[in-house]
C-alpha cells in the first residue's frame, strides 16, 4: 500500500523472456484483478494441525512493487502460512487470493503466477540443476528458445555456472539454496514468496541475492521470510512480525525502528578515563531521563534515553555537543540512534510477559 | 497433458539417474531366469512355451513391484521435494498418471529384457507366439495393478520401508483372493455373492486365462480398471494430505 500502487499501472509484465502461454496467462491475471489491487490478499486464514493453531487469524496483503518482509521467531507460523498462500496446504479457515485467484478454487490459475522456495529449498536430488532447471521450465510451459533463456538468465542470476552438471544432493548448501532461487525465478512471476531465500548463503551471495530481489521488486509482489534483521532494513519495504501464528507488528521498517526503545536515544562513545565524570555530567543533561553505559576496553559508550521515550528531540543531540564543547572531551562517535530491530522483536515476541502487556493497551 | 509428460519424463530419467534402475533389472531378470529354469524344472518339461516363465510372474512381482512403487509418492515426502511439485501448476491427475506411468513403463522395460526367453523357446521349438504375446500383456497389465496399489499405498506414508509393507500385504490379498484355499475359507460363512465377488478380485485367475492364450475383454477391463480405481485413491491420499 505505501509503494504506490498506482506508480505501476498495468505495466503488465511485458518486462518478460516469457513464453507466449505464461504472457496470455499473465495478461489475463492483470486484467481479472483491478491493476492497482493488491497481488496477494490474504484473510483471517487460520491454520490449525489437531488442537494446535499454528496460524491464527492472519491477514495481509502485499501489492506490486511491495517487498514484505515476513518476521517471527522459530515455530511462529511463518513457513505454514506461505505454504497456504502456494496451495500447498489447505487452510483451515480464511481465504486467499493471488492475483485475483482464489487458491483453493483456482489453484492452477494462482499458481502459475507464483514464483515458490520453499523452505530448505527442496529439490530433485539425482537431477543437475540443469536438468532440475529443464525440468521446471517444461512445467512452466516455456519451450525452445523461451526455455532456454529463461534458464540462462536464472542461472545467471544465482550463479550456477560451475555446478550445472552436478548432481544436486552433492551440492553444497548455498548451492542448493541458488537451484531452488533459479527454480522460482525462471518463469519471470508477478508474485515471490521465498522462505528464508539467504539461508546459508555466503556473504557475496547474500549480497547478490538481495540486489537481485530489489532490482525484480518494482515489477512484482515479494514476500521473503528471513531471521536477519538488516534484510528487513535493507531491502523490505514493509516487515509483519509474526508470533505464535499472530500478526503482532506490521509496518515500514522506519515505523518498526521506531517502537524501539533506542529510537532518538543519542549515543556518545568516549575514552574509557573520562567514563567516570562524563557518567555525572551526562546523567544531568537537560532531558536525559536514563543513560546506559557499556564498556569496551579503552571506550565507553553511553546511551542517553530522553524522557517522552521514542519522541524526536533533536535538541539532546545539541546539549551534548554543547557539554562536549565546554568540556574538550575527544569524542569517538556521537549520533542519534535510529532504533534497533532486533530489540523491537525480542520485545514483540518474547513470552506471554510482552504479549499480555501489550494486548490490554491494544484493546483500550 | 505438457505436465504429464514433463512428470512422466522426470520420473524415469530419475530411475536411470541411480544404480536403482540396473541393480533392479539384474535382480529382475535373474529372479525370472533362476526361477523358470531352476524352480520350475523348465529343460525337464519339454514344452517348448513360456507358461512355466509366466506362471511365476505373480510371485515375484508380489515384491518386485513394491520395490518399484515404494518409492514414488513417500520419496518425495521425504526429501520435501513433494511441496515443490504440488505448488508447481501441475494438475493432480497429471502428477498420479505421470509417475505411474513412469514406473509402469520401467516396470515394461525389465519385462521386454526378458526377451532372450522368448528367443530361446523359439530356438528349441516352435511355440504359439500368440500366446506369448498374450502372456506378456497380462504380466504387463499385471504389473500395472500391482503398481497402481503401490503408489496409492506409498503416497500413505514418507516411510519407504512401511510403504513396501503394506503394498506386499495388499497385493498379496488381491493376488490370492481367487485361490482354493481362500474360497475355502470365506465360503464357510459368507453369502455366494461375497464369495464370488472375492474370487473375481484374484490376478491369479485372470492372469491364467491370459497366459493360456484367452485374452477375455473383461480381463482387460478388470485391470484397466483396478489400476483407474487406485490412482484415484492415489490422487485422493495425496490430496487428504495436504489438510495436514
Ligand atoms: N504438519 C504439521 N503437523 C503438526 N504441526 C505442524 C505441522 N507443520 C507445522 N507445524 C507446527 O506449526 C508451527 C509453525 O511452524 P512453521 O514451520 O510455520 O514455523 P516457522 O515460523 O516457519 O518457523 P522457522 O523460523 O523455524 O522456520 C510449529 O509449531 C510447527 O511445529
Ligand atoms: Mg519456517
Redesign the pocket.
Given at each position: 500500500m505505501r509503494a504506490e500502487p498506482g506508480a505501476y499501472p498495468a505495466a503488465g509484465d511485458g518486462t518478460g523472456n516469457e513464453g507466449s502461454g505464461v504472457i496470455a496467462s499473465t495478461v489475463v491475471h492483470t486484467s481479472d484483478s483491478s491493476p492497482a489491487g493488491p497481488l496477494i490478499e490474504i484473510h483471517n486464514l487460520v491454520k490449525r494441525?489437531?488442537p494446535?493453531t499454528?496460524?491464527d487469524r492472519v491477514s495481509f496483503s502485499v501489492a506490486r512493487g511491495e517487498v514484505l518482509g515476513f518476521l517471527?521467531?522459530?515455530?511462529?507460523?511463518?513457513?505454514?502460512?506461505m505454504?497456504m498462500a502456494t496451495g500447498f496446504l489447505t487452510p483451515s479457515e480464511g481465504d486467499i487470493r493471488v492475483c485475483g485467484f482464489d487458491v483453493q478454487s483456482r489453484r492452477l490459475s494462482a499458481q502459475r503466477a507464483i514464483g515458490y522456495l520453499p523452505?530448505g529449498a527442496p529439490a530433485y536430488p539425482e537431477m543437475t540443476p540443469r536438468g532440475f532447471l529443464r525440468f521446471i521450465a517444461r512445467i512452466r510451459r516455456l519451450s525452445g528458445q523461451d526455455a532456454d533463456q529463461a534458464i540462462t538468465s536464472a542461472i545467471n542470476a544465482t550463479e550456477l555456472e560451475q555446478v550445472l552438471d552436478q548432481p544436486i544432493d552433492t551440492l553444497s548448501k548455498g548451492y542448493r539454496r541458488r537451484v531452488g532461487l533459479a527454480q522460482a525465478i525462471l518463469h519471470n512471476p508477478p508474485v515471490l514468496i521465498m522462505?528464508?531465500p539467504t539461508d546459508g548463503l555466503d556473504p557475496n551471495q547474500k549480497y547478490q541475492v538481495r540486489e537481485l530481489i530489489g532490482a525484480m521488486a518494482r515489477h512484482k509482489a515479494i514476500v521473503i521470510?528471513t531471521?536477519i534483521l538488516e534484510e528487513v532494513d535493507a531491502i523490505c519495504t514493509r516487515a509483519l512480525i509474526?508470533d505464535r501464528?499472530r500478526i503482532v507488528a506490521d509496518g515500514t521498517p522506519g515505523e518498526l525502528l521506531a517502537r524501539s526503545r533506542y529510537h532518538n536515544a543519542v549515543s556518545i562513545t568516549l575514552d574509557t578515563s573520562l567514563a567516570e565524570q562524563a557518567a555525572l555530567l551526562l546523567r544531568a543533561v537537560h532531558g536525559v531521563a536514563a543513560v546506559e553505559e557499556i564498556r569496551r576496553g579503552p571506550e565507553t559508550i553511553f546511551t542517553l534515553f530522553t524522557t517522552v521515550q521514542g519522541e524526536a528531540d533533536t535538541t539532546l543531540v545539541d546539549h551534548v555537543s554543547r557539554l562536549v564543547r565546554e568540556r574538550g572531551w575527544q569524542v569517538r562517535a556521537l549520533y542519534r540512534e535510529p532504533g534497533r530491530l532486533d530489540e523491537v522483536f525480542r520485545r514483540l515476541t518474547r513470552g506471554d510477559r510482552s504479549g499480555q502487556q501489550t494486548k490490554p493497551g491494544a484493546a483500550a | 497433458m505438457n505436465e504429464m509428460l514433463a512428470v512422466f519424463r522426470r520420473e524415469l530419467g530419475g530411475y536411470f539417474a541411480t544404480p536403482l534402475a540396473f541393480v533392479f533389472i539384474v535382480i529382475f531378470l535373474f529372479a525370472m531366469g533362476s526361477f523358470t529354469f531352476y524352480l520350475g524344472g523348465y529343460f525337464e518339461s519339454g514344452n517348448a512355451d513360456l507358461s512355466i516363465f509366466f506362471n511365476f510372474h505373480p510371485w515375484l512381482y508380489l515384491f518386485l513391484i513394491p520395490a518399484i512403487s515404494m518409492r514414488l509418492w513417500a520419496e518425495e515426502r521425504r526429501t520435501g521435494s513433494i511441496e515443490l511439485l504440488l505448488t508447481l501448476p501441475v494438475p493432480l491427475w497429471a502428477a498420479v498418471l505421470g509417475k505411474f506411468l513412469a514406473a509402469w513403463v520401467f516396470a515394461g522395460l525389465a519385462l521386454a529384457l526378458t526377451f532372450p526367453m522368448w528367443l530361446t523357446v523359439n530356438y528349441l521349438g516352435s511355440p504359439d507366439n500368440g500366446v506369448i504375446l498374450a502372456g506378456y500383456t497380462g504380466s504387463f497389465l499385471m504389473a500395472g495393478g500391482y503398481l497402481a496399489i503401490g503408489a496409492a499405498l506409498s503416497a500413505a506414508t514418507k516411510n519407504q520401508v512401511i510403504a513396501f509393507v503394506l503394498s506386499v500385504v495388499v497385493c498379496f490379498l488381491f493376488t490370492v483372493s481367487g485361490l482354493p484355499l481362500v474360497i475355502d475359507f470365506v465360503s464357510g460363512w459368507a453369502p455366494q455373492a461375497l464369495v464370488n465377488t472375492i474370487a473375481s478380485f484374484s490376478f491369479l485367475n485372470r492372469f491364467q486365462s491370459i497366459v493360456n492364450g484367452v485374452i477375455d475383454l473383461r480381463d482387460l477391463i478388470y485391470f484397466i480398471s483396478l489400476i483407474g480405481v487406485w490412482l484415484a485413491a492415489c490422487a485422493i491420499i495425496v490430496d487428504m494430505k495436504k489438510a495436514?
Open positions: 494441525f489437531g494446535f499454528a496460524v517471527g521467531p522459530n515455530g511462529a507460523g511463518k513457513s505454514t502460512t505454504k523452505e522462505d528464508e521470510s531471521h509474526i501464528g | 495436514g
